[in-house]
C-alpha cells in the first residue's frame, strides 16, 4: 500500500514539472499578446481568486494571520520572482530565463548565511563553483548580448524567490501551525495589487484578446497555478522535501527543451555549458539537502 502511495506521488510530481516547464514557453508567448505586467496582474490577481477556492473547497483555513510577513511575501514571490521574471520574458528567451530563474537553491544556500547562520560548508562549495561558472559562461560577459538585460532580470527573480523562501522558512519556525495553501494564496493576492497598479499606470498597448492569449492565461490559472499547488502539496506530503525538491529542478530542462522544439530558442554551445553547470550545482545542492534530511530523520528517509 505504501509502495502504491509512494508511485502516485511521483506521478503527481513528474505532471507538476511538465507543467511547470512548459509554462515557461506559455509566458513567452503571453507577453506577445500584452504588456508583462498585464500578463501578471491577470495572472498573479486570477491564480489568487483561485486558489482562495481551492483553500475554500477543501476546508483550509481561510484567515490572514502574520500580515508583514505575508506583505514581504508578496513583495518577493509574486512582485520580485514571477513579476520579473515575466518581464524578462518580454526580450529574453524562454530557456534561458527558466534557467536562471531556478538558480534559486544556490541563492538560498549564499542568504542563508548571513539570514540563518547556516554557513556554507563543504560539498556546497563546489555547488556554488560550479553555479558561478554557470551563470557566467551564459552571460558570456566578454561578449555583450542584446538580452543582457532580461538576463539580469531572470537572475534577481531567483534572488527573490531565494529570499522569499528564507522567509517562509523563518515564518514555519515561528508559526509551523500554518497552512502551507493559506500562506501561498495570500501572499499572491497581497503581491498581485503592485503588480495590477502597474499594468493599470505604465503606458502600453491594449491586450490582444486572441485565442493563444486566452489560451495562456487559462493555462497560468488553472494548470500552473491552482493544479500545480495541489500535485506539489500531495507529493511533500508524501515524500521527503529533499525528493520533491530536486525532481522539481526538472522543470527548467524541460523550459529549454520545449523553447527550443516549439519557438525556436536553440541555446548556443557556451550556453549549454553554462546550463549543464548550473545544473549540476542543483543536482549536487539536492543531493545534500536529501543526506541532510536522511541523517536528521532515517525513518522517513527509507519511505
Known amino acids: 500500500m505504501q509502495k502504491k502511495i509512494i508511485i502516485k506521488a511521483f506521478i503527481a510530481l513528474f505532471l507538476l514539472t511538465l507543467i511547470w516547464g512548459y509554462n515557461w514557453v506559455v509566458m513567452k508567448l503571453a507577453v506577445q499578446y500584452a504588456s508583462p505586467f498585464q500578463f501578471a496582474a491577470l495572472r498573479t490577481f486570477l491564480g489568487a481568486i483561485m486558489l482562495f477556492i481551492v483553500l475554500f473547497l477543501t476546508k483550509r483555513p481561510l484567515a490572514l494571520k502574520e500580515f508583514p510577513t505575508m506583505l514581504a511575501l508578496g513583495l518577493l514571490q509574486t512582485c520580485g520572482f514571477t513579476g520579473l521574471l515575466i518581464w524578462a520574458l518580454v526580450s529574453g528567451g524562454a530557456g534561458k530565463t527558466a534557467v536562471l530563474s531556478y538558480t534559486m537553491p544556490f541563492w538560498v544556500m549564499l542568504f542563508a548565511w548571513p539570514m540563518l547562520g547556516e554557513k556554507v560548508r563543504g560539498w556546497q562549495w563546489l555547488a556554488v563553483a560550479f553555479a558561478l561558472f554557470g551563470i557566467v559562461l551564459i552571460f558570456d560577459p566578454l561578449h555583450i548580448k542584446a538580452d543582457g538585460f532580461s538576463m539580469t532580470l531572470a537572475l534577481l527573480s531567483g534572488i527573490s524567490w531565494a529570499i522569499s523562501a528564507i522567509v517562509s522558512k523563518k515564518l514555519h519556525q515561528r508559526a509551523p501551525h500554518l497552512d502551507l495553501l493559506n500562506i501561498t494564496a495570500w501572499p499572491t493576492l497581497l ?55 530536486m525532481a522539481s529542478m526538472l522543470a527548467p530542462v524541460i523550459g529549454v527543451s520545449a523553447a527550443w522544439v516549439q519557438l525556436g530558442e536553440r541555446p548556443s554551445q557556451i550556453e549549454l555549458l553554462g546550463m549543464l553547470f548550473i545544473a549540476l550545482a542543483l543536482v549536487t545542492i539536492s543531493t545534500i539537502t536529501i543526506r541532510k534530511h536522511q541523517a536528521i530523520d532515517p525513518a522517513q528517509g527509507q519511505e
Open 191 to 245: 503581491g498581485s495589487i503592485p503588480i495590477i497598479i502597474l499594468a493599470l499606470v505604465l503606458p502600453a498597448p491594449p491586450i490582444q484578446w486572441t485565442h493563444t492569449f486566452y489560451l495562456t492565461i487559462i493555462y497560468s490559472i488553472f494548470l500552473s497555478g491552482s493544479l500545480a499547488w495541489v500535485l506539489w502539496l500531495y507529493a511533500l506530503q508524501r515524500l521527503p522535501a529533499g525528493v520533491a525538491s
